[in-house]
């Protein structure tokens, strides 16, 4: 047979995501970022470009943010991230949704149709 688990309570699926948002005010007049670092549905540190640095949000993720706020190349790279992923992202993305529009057609109705 299988050989025992060694180690019983790290049984079953861990996930680690970074999620990041781009909050735009007035098109770009003001943009902001907000970066979170979730693990196992469970928001540990965020970094938040109105602030300028990662913030715990639990005690695990305390280490954390200590330890990424003490490298500076690294949170120049992460301050930067509002030109280099949300304004590249908003220049993108916009001809496809902010610019594009659908003119009603008055020849369409919202009306349910009958079923067959």
């Not at 990041?20 to 469970?42: D, G, K, M, P, Q």
Request: with cysteine; glycine share 4%; aromatic share 10%.
């Amino acid at each position: 047979g299988a050989p025992p688990d060694p180690c019983p309570a790290h049984t079953g699926v861990f996930q680690r995501v970074t999620k990041r948002e781009c909050h735009f005010i007035n098109s770009t007049e003001r943009v902001r970022l907000l970066e979170r670092y979730i693990y196992n549905r469970e928001q540990l540190l965020h970094f938040d470009s109105d602030v300028g640095v990662h913030v715990e949000d639990t005690p695990h993720g305390e280490k954390f943010a200590r330890s990424l706020n003490s490298q500076k190349e690294y949170m120049e790279y992460t301050r930067s991230a509002v030109d280099w992923y949300c304004l590249h992202n908003y220049r993108v993305v916009t001809p496809f949704t902010v610019e594009r529009r659908v003119h009603p057609n008055p020849s369409q109705s919202l009306q349910a149709h009958p079923m067959p």
